[in-house]
Nanobody
Framework: QVQFVESGGGLVQPGGSLKLSCAAS????????MAWYRQAPGKSRDFVAI???????NYLDSVKGRFTISRDNAKSTIYLQMNNLKPEDTAVYYCNAYPANADYWGQGTQVSVSS
């Protein structure tokens, strides 16, 4: 059973940066396409970024040029570097396979962007 544990969130001012990490409890290597998702208060959980098994990436339009997804297959860890953060990026961030597997959701990590 694979589980993902997200970390690295926090409170940051607009324009600041954070780097999120997602560690898999099982060895996933390059087995899955992996993605970051986020859920803002009162909203549905939405796709943010994906990294395919071959390394190709894609992003939600509103984060293109600001966020970078990467993976370390040897460590079974996914990262999300977030720069120039905006208040509208405030949400709980989750990682999961893509498409998402309902059994793999973790607790997420809170990102709050506020002055």
């Amino acid at each position: 059973q694979v589980q993902f544990v997200e970390s690295g969130g926090g409170l940051v001012q607009p324009g600041g940066s954070l780097k999120l990490s997602c560690a898999a409890s099982g060895v996933i290597g390059n087995l899955y396409n992996m993605a970051w998702y986020r859920q803002a208060p009162g909203k549905s959980r939405d796709f943010v970024a994906i990294i395919y098994r071959g390394g190709t990436t894609n992003y939600l339009d509103s984060v293109k040029g600001r966020f970078t997804i990467s993976r370390d297959n040897a460590k079974s860890t996914i990262y999300l570097q977030m720069n120039n953060l905006k208040p509208e990026d405030t949400a709980v961030y989750y990682c999961n396979a893509y498409p998402a597997n309902a059994d793999y959701w973790g607790q997420g990590t809170q990102v709050s962007v506020s002055s």
